[in-house]
């Protein structure tokens, strides 16, 4: 009776969005290996900068299409088909059936337009939905304001802050800690999909 409700519940909802997602191909590292030497893209990133060269983004790609433990797909525009970033789910834990869903928009082109949020909301109803996954967590520079803004539409609750835990640009900073269960996302999804009709 309750997985029926479940069931209707899920299939009630059907999210409308101006992307898909799909399986990386080996030639993604053509476009992929402009974004991983972007100074801009690289600074809203945890982690230092590092110069990746042609061959190791290539071999980037490979290792993602072929890691069975996480998921990385490619942000695709339906109407051009057009490769513009990339998300992933990884971390997987399933004892403690939770996850990381950290997602990339590097054509800056197609930056504030909303994708990050649509890639995200898919593959969060993916990681609940169908790997039965019941927290994921999110870590996000503090002032990368963008991102923390889209992790709250999202539905994304702080938990708290790690302190001065990246070092990156001859500084240490701030990392905030969100996250969001599955039952909170039911209603962040439901909302989403009456709201947004592309």
Known sequence: ??????????????????????????????????????????NLVGGPKYYVSSEREKEWVRNAIFDNSKIVLAICLKDSNKYIGNIMLQDIDYVNRSGHV?????????????????????MLHYAFYHKG?????????????????????CGYKVEGVLRRSVYKNGKFHNQVVLSILRDEFEEVYKAYCDKHAF
């Open 1 to 42: 009776m309750i997985s029926d409700l479940k069931n209707n519940y899920k299939n009630k909802y059907i999210m409308k969005s101006r992307i898909y997602l799909r399986a990386l191909e080996l030639d993604d590292y053509k476009v992929s290996i402009q974004w991983r030497n972007d100074d801009e893209i690289s």
């Open 102 to 122: 950290p997602v990339l928009i590097g054509d800056k082109t197609e930056w504030n337009k909303g994708y990050a949020t649509e890639a995200r909301m898919l």
């Open 133 to 153: 996954l019941e927290r994921i967590v999110a870590y996000v520079l503090e002032d990368n304001i963008s991102s923390l803004k889209m992790h709250e539409k």
